[in-house]
């Protein structure tokens, strides 16, 4: 059986319906996810203490992984800016020229 990875957003919706419901088991069935998962999420948040439960669930490996993904976009903004300013001043128009 293959097994299913939830995404940060899917887990913290989860956990703030669990806190708005009478149990886990109630919380866990709206979803239908396995009431054992969210009492899992649940300790896993508290036990990082950051408030952050993204980081709590990724290996040191994901959390690379991201952290260069984020490097790339920003190197990628970057480049689409030069490009598109590279196009304004090789334009033909003899505006910048005379600099």
Not at 24 to 46: F, L
Request: hydrophobic share 30%; aromatic share 6%.
């Amino acid at each position: 059986m293959k097994k299913r990875v939830y995404d940060v957003v899917f887990k913290k919706m989860a956990l703030e319906l669990s806190d708005t419901k009478e149990s886990v088991k109630e919380a866990a069935e709206e979803p239908g996810i396995d009431p054992g998962r969210i009492s899992k999420w649940k300790n896993q948040y508290k036990s990082v203490g950051t408030g952050d439960i993204s980081t709590s669930t990724l290996s040191d490996e994901q959390k690379e992984i991201r952290r260069l993904q984020q490097e790339l976009r920003g190197a990628q903004q970057e480049r689409d800016i030069l490009k598109k300013a590279v196009s304004i001043f090789s334009r033909g128009d003899g505006k910048y020229s005379d600099l």
